[in-house]
């Protein structure tokens, strides 16, 4: 669609969202204050009129987030203000003072935080910047700049379709990355599904239509199976006097591939692609009564799996999400998942804990508080390297739960996989760094232990403890491995300064008047990255002192016979020679902000060829260039996004020749190889490498590799073996 019918449709689409939003801020707000505000976002409209196109733009994107804020999250007017406020804010039109002393000072906070991001998150840097931190830490300073930010993202990713491709790889990394696992996090399950649909739909295609297309041929069987599960059950709780609404929700398409992948089947094995919701009207002093009723009814009707019960009735979720999973055998031998939870318990598992959050007036502190206050602790770390704070970030947005007791009862939430240690330190970071080991059910365990839902754990610790580096290898809350770094950086910090003091005074003791210089050209030599490592491994008695002496004095004397040399040589007999740098033969890459010549490697995983759309990820064997729908791009999105870096080929047609597999499908007729093997063996600048051809009962399929020059070429190739009569199907493999 051209630009300007993208404007028009934004124009027409303004004064209903305009209307929409007003009337919800009037719902709270006394009419002087909306009109004020009315009346500044109109003077930033009638600006972007007159001068800039694009800053209109900027202002519908707005107005949709809070729409997305309103609708989907369930923000209150203060919220939604800032969000309105924030291109004239920016933009510096109204001071934020200003704009305090009008509507109050929630929405000057707001706005604060959003300013402060707006630095750095529209252009996007690589995700292992500096910005990034900052990104992350001005989130951290207040939940509803995060809830903001969602909105904002998931606004973005809608409106993409119209962007070019790099733009689309940017916001799928940053949504796979970061937006998606904050969105679970908080509870806000269907942007984050919406997130990872519109991710993969950007980036594979080709698998997200395959999905689509199979939900959609699917759908009248599956709708039909729905009806015949419900209308018994629906029939039998009528009869309790319950009041409920009883539905199928498909799962989405993003979460369907994953279990494809995962569990290497086909579609049509895939039992579990809905879910039956039931949805209770209850009084809040009975809703999990009400849910066990539901429960009882439903398992006396169909066999449920015991393994697959999962409780978030009696402890919810961390993110506030309340329900009672439970999957019974339906019919045809069918496993059914069924969600059990009231419209309380719905609206926050649809809108996340923003929907009773203290901001809406819910005055106890929310936990998110607490998971806030470690975050920040975990980013402003001033002894974890940025990749540390990425993976504690990420360990922050852990997807599975347990809980755990004290020995007095108190309750504690922890991830899957959370060892004794990872209790002792959520306790009290000095019971974590005096741990030796943990009593769990009454019995004797060590520190490494994994605990399950339900244990009770008692610390046992010691006065003699003190953290080791091993620990960093098993704990998995941020908040461990931040203490424990600390408690090392300050321990390392005591025993470098000992083993300084101890190697001055050996020096000393030999008479050795000490060269810095000389000392630092040691160190390097020793291929010591910092000073204190070298001080370390001192104390740790990894190296010797005498023979640490010994070499310093082999150097001083190299040195010095160096100088002598170097006085009887004259310049034009000094040279220097550099080893030739190595250069990477083939067609001509750009990567990352308009880099050329940087070396790289195409992966195996996925074979890109020139004209490929793709993308650069930094592993440890270098720079290693994927296909955007590539098997394993999803993967590497969302678990390494920062190391995710733009990458283009250069130039027109491609110089370079590239070998491609292409798996053929077809009834098995007389000669089809040939006329394969014929077309092949005349489309120009295409060479036949290998071909392995299966038949069995009247049908073909095999393997055939080829190597070409770009993909312009590999299409064309497609499209006439197609056409040959009997071929089925000819699909590129990875």
């Not at 606004?155 to 733009?167: I, Y």
């Not at 610790?461 to 580096?469: D, L």
Request: glycine content about 4%; some cysteine; overall charge neutral.
């Amino acid at each position: 669609m051209p630009m300007s019918d993208n404007r028009s449709i934004e124009r027409r689409e303004f004064l209903p969202l305009y209307r929409r939003l007003y009337s919800f801020l009037r719902e709270a707000w006394e009419r002087e204050k909306v009109l004020q505000l009315r009346e500044m976002v109109q003077s930033s409209l009638q600006q972007a009129d007159t001068e800039d196109e694009e800053a209109f733009f900027h202002l519908i994107t707005e107005m949709r987030t809070a729409l997305i804020a309103v609708d989907e999250i369930g923000l209150r007017q203060p919220t939604v203000a800032a969000v309105l406020l924030y291109h004239t804010a920016v933009t510096g039109q109204h001071q934020l003072e200003d704009i305090g002393q009008l509507f109050g000072d929630e929405v000057e906070v707001i706005l604060r935080g959003l300013k402060k991001i707006s630095r750095f998150s529209d252009k996007r840097t690589a995700v292992e910047s500096e910005n990034y931190m900052k990104l992350l830490l001005s989130m951290a300073e207040d939940i509803r700049v995060v809830f903001v930010m969602i909105a904002r993202q998931l606004q973005l990713m809608r409106d993409a379709k119209n962007a070019d491709g790099s733009r689309r790889l940017d916001l799928a990394v940053e949504s796979s990355y970061l937006y998606a696992p904050l969105a679970h996090r908080l509870g806000l399950y269907t942007i984050k599904s919406e997130l990872e649909d519109l991710s993969l739909k950007y980036t594979d295609r080709e698998s997200y239509d395959y999905v689509a297309q199979k939900l959609n041929e699917t759908k009248r069987s599956r709708e039909k199976y729905i009806r015949e599960f419900i209308e018994p059950v629906e029939e039998r709780l009528s009869k309790t006097g319950l009041k409920f609404d009883i539905k199928g929700r498909t799962k989405s398409i993003h979460s369907i591939l994953n279990k494809l992948k995962k569990q290497k089947i086909e579609f049509e094995n895939i039992y579990d692609l809905f879910a039956i919701r039931v949805i209770l009207d209850a009084p809040p002093d009975q809703e999990k009564a009400q849910c066990w009723q539901v429960y009882s009814v439903i398992t006396d009707m169909y066999q449920p799996n015991p393994l697959r019960l999962k409780d978030w009735l009696s402890i919810p979720k961390s993110n506030g999400y309340e329900s009672l999973h439970i999957t019974v055998m339906g019919p045809d031998s069918r496993w059914v998942e069924v969600q059990i939870r009231s419209r309380r318990m719905d609206e926050i598992a649809e809108r996340g804990l923003a929907a009773h959050w203290k901001y809406k007036g819910v005055k106890e502190e929310s936990t998110l508080d607490s998971w806030l206050s470690s975050l920040r602790e975990s980013l402003e770390d001033k002894e974890a390297n940025l990749s540390q704070k990425l993976t504690d970030f990420k360990l922050d947005l852990y997807e599975e739960e347990i809980f755990v007791f004290t020995p007095k009862g108190d309750l504690f939430k922890l991830p899957k996989g959370a060892s004794v240690l990872d209790f002792a330190f959520a306790i009290h970071s000095k019971l974590g760094a005096s741990c030796i080991s943990g009593r769990v059910n009454g019995k004797n365990v060590p520190i490494k232990h994994q605990l399950k839902s339900g244990d009770q754990v008692e610390v046992i610790t010691s006065a003699h403890q003190t953290p080791k580096q091993d620990w960093l290898n098993f704990v998995v809350t941020s908040r461990a491995r931040t203490k424990i770094r600390q408690l090392l950086k300050e321990e390392a910090g005591k025993q470098v300064d000992i083993a300084k003091e101890t190697l001055s005074r050996r020096m000393k003791n030999r008479k050795i008047d000490v060269d810095d210089s000389h000392l630092m050209q040691l160190i390097k030599k020793l291929k010591y990255k910092t000073v204190t490592d070298f001080y370390a491994d001192i104390a740790a008695e990894k190296l010797d002192i005498n023979w640490v002496i010994d070499r310093y004095l082999e150097l001083e004397s190299r040195e010095s016979e160096s100088r002598e040399a170097a006085q009887q040589v004259s310049a034009e007999q000094f040279t220097m020679k550099t080893e030739p740098r190595e250069s990477h033969s083939g067609d001509e890459l750009v990567i990352d902000q308009n880099l050329t010549g940087v070396d790289y490697k195409l992966a195996r995983c996925c074979n890109p060829i020139f004209g490929d759309e793709i993308f650069g990820f930094v592993s440890s064997q270098g720079i290693k260039i994927h296909r955007v729908n590539c098997p394993n791009a999803q993967d590497l999105f969302s678990r390494f996004g920062y190391r995710v870096i733009k990458a283009r080929w250069s130039g027109g047609t491609g110089s370079s020749n590239y070998t491609i597999v292409l798996r053929v499908i077809g009834n098995d007729q007389i000669n089809i190889v040939a006329n394969l093997m014929s077309i092949i063996s005349k489309e120009e600048g295409v060479q036949l490498r290998a071909i392995s051809i299966d038949s069995n009962d009247g049908l073909f399929q095999g393997n055939i590799s080829v190597m070409l020059a770009n993909t312009s070429m590999l299409e064309q190739l497609i499209r006439k073996l197609k056409a040959v009569k009997g071929v089925k199907s000819v699909t590129r493999l990875n």
